[in-house]
């Protein structure tokens, strides 16, 4: 494999799965025919065997060998999490990127995503429904413990010589805006309307 072939393998180990429309966009914008080019690399990968594809909807989605179920529930969840990083990006390529991080044990917050854009570590939070007031309140109160164990200040990724809880940020693409007192920083709000907030123009 060549080195366009180890990324676009690394990001479907990532992200879980990606559509052939994810991978043009994300490694072969810079080419004349993105979408032709992403076709024939990833057909070659399926021949080769290094990844595998769901071919029963509209548009494939592919998968890394191993990896998830081709039917998993959770698949729609891992493309707006794409379509999330896709956003992001052209506003600057997040430093860090992990998806469904593990931030501690038991009764810790299990975020969608753990960034580090513009310059500030973060949680999201990627609500394609809207939750119940108790499920959510459940949601604030593991990262408010969270905040108060003091784990988060051993994180490897804390600047020296400053300690940062990251900022929690809850993307309502069919949610509701929820309410509750924490001692950290919580942003409701889509791409667009974060990047008015940050005062970013482009």
């Not at 060549?2 to 072969?28: M, Q, S």
């Not at 039917?71 to 390529?93: C, N, P, T």
């Not at 969270?146 to 949610?175: C, D, H, M, T």
């Amino acid at each position: 494999m060549n080195v366009r072939d180890k990324a676009i393998v690394k990001d479907l180990e990532r992200f879980r799965c990606l559509t052939r429309d994810d991978v043009a966009e994300l490694h072969f914008s810079n080419v004349k025919n993105p979408v032709t080019q992403a076709n024939m690399v990833l057909k070659r990968l399926r021949r080769d065997d290094v990844i595998t594809c769901a071919t029963d909807r509209r548009k494939y989605i592919y998968f890394p060998v191993p990896g998830i179920k081709k039917d998993s529930a959770k698949i729609g969840h891992f493309l707006a999490i794409v379509d999330f990083y896709k956003q992001i990006r052209k506003v600057e390529v997040p430093r860090v990127f992990e998806v469904e991080p593990k931030v501690g044990g038991k009764g810790r917050p299990e975020p969608d995503i753990f960034c580090i854009w513009k310059g500030a570590p973060w949680f999201v939070e990627i609500q394609r429904s809207q939750f119940s007031d108790k499920v959510m309140q459940e949601k604030m109160n593991r990262y408010e413990q969270y905040y108060l164990s003091g784990e988060w200040e051993r994180e490897p990724w804390q600047p020296a010589g400053k300690k940062i809880f990251p900022y929690l940020w809850i993307v309502p693409i069919n949610s509701g805006y929820y309410k509750s007192k924490t001692s950290f920083k919580v942003f409701q709000d889509n791409v667009e309307g974060m990047k008015k907030k940050l005062g970013i123009d482009s």
